[in-house]
């Protein structure tokens, strides 16, 4: 086993660096209680347990199928602490060796999911203690959204992501947390409990403080 994970990492497409990775910014902010999840349209339940039954066996394509289903949502995660790809990129990877290194140690397969995140979450905070340089580093909104068709948000709509986007940046970690989780992830408060190792009511605290902070830096922007 500690053999196939290093090459499997190898082998798995990469993002690549400057690469164009789509990031929503448009949803709803403080309204909608759960949003869609990626991965949950992709996968049941017992889809899910099986895949990662099959990677504790150590089987390549289950673990090939694990990364290739919750990469991106994981990438947008690390995007959003980093604001560098090549930052997000070297989280992602990490990440993702320490699940299939460490995947013996999880008791319940139903509690995968919170246990991934969790570990993504550790990773960022990590990360930017150790490269502190990425902390200020951002990248052009352009680059996050990706390219717009033709239908696309208007210049107005793009000009309010790009505070929307600002204002996120600037939030607190353990703010950004919880809204990251909650709002743009789609967790409900107990799962992002579990994620962070807070109570309930801290999660909602928090998200009300974030979304405080995001509403007002908005209102700053859009009289500016």
């Known amino acids: 086993m500690e053999l196939a994970i290093p090459?499997?990492?190898q082998n798995i497409p990469a993002f690549?660096?400057?690469s164009i990775v789509r990031i929503g910014l448009n949803y709803p902010i403080m309204d909608k209680d759960e949003k869609d999840r990626g991965w949950r349209?992709?996968?049941s339940e017992q889809e899910l347990k099986r895949m990662v039954q099959k990677c504790r066996e150590g089987d390549p394509r289950a673990m090939e199928a694990l990364y290739e289903n919750f990469k991106t949502s994981l990438f947008n995660l690390a995007l959003r602490y980093t604001y560098n790809y090549a930052a997000a990129e070297d989280v992602i990877q990490d990440v993702f060796i320490k699940v299939f290194t460490n995947l013996h140690t999880l008791d319940d397969e139903k509690a995968f999911v919170g246990w991934l995140y969790r570990i993504a979450v550790n990773t960022c905070f990590s990360?930017?203690?150790s490269h502190k340089k990425f902390r200020q580093r951002t990248i052009p909104l352009e680059d996050?959204?990706?390219v717009y068709a033709d239908s696309g948000p208007s210049e107005t709509e793009r000009a309010e992501n790009r505070f929307l986007e600002e204002s996120i940046q600037i939030l607190p970690p353990r703010l950004k947390s919880v809204f990251l989780l909650h709002d743009v992830q789609g967790f409900k408060?107990?799962?992002v409990a579990q994620i962070l190792g807070c109570s309930v009511g801290?999660?909602?605290s928090q998200l009300f403080k974030a979304r405080k902070?995001?509403?007002k830096y908005l209102e700053i922007k859009r009289y500016m």
């Open 7 to 9: 090459t499997l990492m």
């Open 16 to 18: 690549e660096s400057g």
């Open 213 to 215: 902070k995001i509403r």
């Open 144 to 146: 996050i959204q990706g």
């Open 202 to 204: 801290t999660s909602k």
């Open 189 to 191: 408060h107990l799962e």
């Open 127 to 129: 990360y930017l203690r």
């Open 41 to 43: 349209k992709e996968l």
